[in-house]
């Protein structure tokens, strides 16, 4: 019996031919992003680093030059809405304890951190002013809620490069998240690296495969026409090649957000971005 893992390779090497990643250049709003730069030194087995932008067709790219077309905005006028909007038994909402959401700029590209010696990311953040400051139901991890905040606050440091930690009390975490990116899992015993380090700027099947960076999330999908955050693309991965995905928020998929994060340092903050 031929096993699924075999047939993806096959189906993956069979499109050796297909063009790699385009030369293109990312303009928003007036401002040129970095979607190219040299790898990280912490970084085996690449030399170059590419944003998965790079890789979509001209049709897709172009919806993220022009917010007004870009189609994640709708979400991040939702967030901006949500920032005003009264909730939790404190009777708070964001902009009674912080004035404005651009005072956020450049938080998107130091997340994940180490704080209080654990790992936390942007949701942990939200939901920790949620039910500490507003005394709020805490949002689920992607819920349309939480999604559209993410973006909204992510989006003040778009065009920053990400420079998240890696050392001192993240080092631990970072190993755990690159230790998971090399693992291979599920019925295909695959890794996220089979893919995104191994075969990038080929074709499998319909998608033209990306070194599946992160510093566009959360990111509008054309797929299923929402805001998609990044553990929620990990446990769509983790799906596809036949594993039992760990849980989003879980520490598993925290530290290996970290680690990918690490393999785009340098490459712009493009949130919110938009993919196939």
């Not at 440091?157 to 693992?183: C, H, L, Q």
């Not at 992160?214 to 805001?227: C, D």
């Amino acid at each position: 019996m031929i096993s699924g893992r075999f047939l993806i390779v096959l189906a993956i090497a069979a499109a050796g031919a297909a063009t790699a990643q385009d030369d293109n250049v990312l303009v928003v709003e007036g401002a040129q992003l970095v979607t190219e730069t040299r790898a990280p030194a912490h970084i085996e087995h690449v030399g170059t680093i590419y944003s998965g932008w790079r890789f979509r067709s001209g049709e897709t790219q172009v919806l993220q030059t022009d917010d007004f077309e870009n189609p994640a905005m709708i979400f991040v006028d939702q967030a901006m809405d949500l920032w005003d909007k009264v909730d939790g038994e404190a009777g708070k909402a964001c902009a009674s304890c912080h004035e404005n959401v651009a005072q956020f700029a450049g938080l998107r590209t130091r997340l994940p951190r180490v704080k209080n010696g654990e790992l936390v990311t942007m949701e942990n953040l939200i939901n920790a002013c949620r039910t500490g400051r507003m005394k709020a139901v805490p949002w689920k991890w992607s819920e349309g809620k939480m999604t559209a905040m993410t973006a909204l606050i992510g989006l003040q440091s778009r065009g920053m490069p990400i420079n998240v930690a890696i050392d001192g009390p993240a080092a631990s975490f970072w190993e755990k998240g690159r230790e998971i990116y090399y693992t291979p899992v599920g019925q295909l015993q695959m890794a996220c690296a089979n893919c995104h380090e191994d075969n990038y700027g080929l074709m499998i099947r319909a998608d033209h495969l990306s070194q599946g960076q992160s510093n566009g999330f959360p990111t509008y999908r054309l797929k299923n026409a929402k805001l998609n955050s990044i553990h929620g693309r990990f446990r769509g991965c983790m799906k596809n090649i036949r594993a039992i995905p760990y849980k989003e928020g879980s520490d598993e998929f925290k530290a290996l957000e970290l680690y990918l994060a690490s393999r785009g340092q340098g490459l712009s903050v493009e949130t919110p971005s938009v993919r196939n």
